[in-house]
């Protein structure tokens, strides 16, 4: 079984800055690609930021140039650095990693909540 715990989350004002993580443990094979998705009350979940085995990323257009996602891929981490937050990146956000299978797995969740 595999466990996806992220940590980091809470509440800051607008142009803050916040970093999550998440560590995946558990029977772990080949993790392909790690990243964090969100979703805001009332809204579908959407992708934020991803990263491949080879450190490759991709980013939502509304998060480029203010979060940065890394990796430790020795210890199954992956972080999420989020910096000039706004009241719109209030969500609850999801650390997420697909591996071999291919298999998705997901994480309970943590809050973000920006607001002044």
């Known amino acids: 079984q595999v466990q996806l715990v992220e940590s980091g989350g809470g509440l800051v004002q607008p142009g803050e800055s916040l970093t999550l993580s998440c560590v995946a443990s558990g029977r772990l094979f080949v993790i392909y690609k790690m990243g964090w998705y969100r979703q805001a009350p009332g809204k579908e979940r959407e992708v934020v930021a991803r990263?491949?085995?080879?450190?490759?990323?991709d980013y939502a257009d509304s998060v480029k140039g203010r979060f940065t996602i890394s990796r430790d891929g020795a210890k199954n981490t992956v972080f999420l650095q989020m910096n000039s937050l706004r009241p719109e990146d209030t969500a609850v956000y999801y650390c997420?990693?697909?591996?071999?299978?291919?298999?998705?797995?997901w994480g309970q969740g943590t809050q973000v909540t920006v607001s002044s």
């Open positions: 997420w990693h697909i591996s071999y299978g291919p298999v998705e797995h």
């Open positions: 990263i491949s085995l080879g450190g490759s990323t």
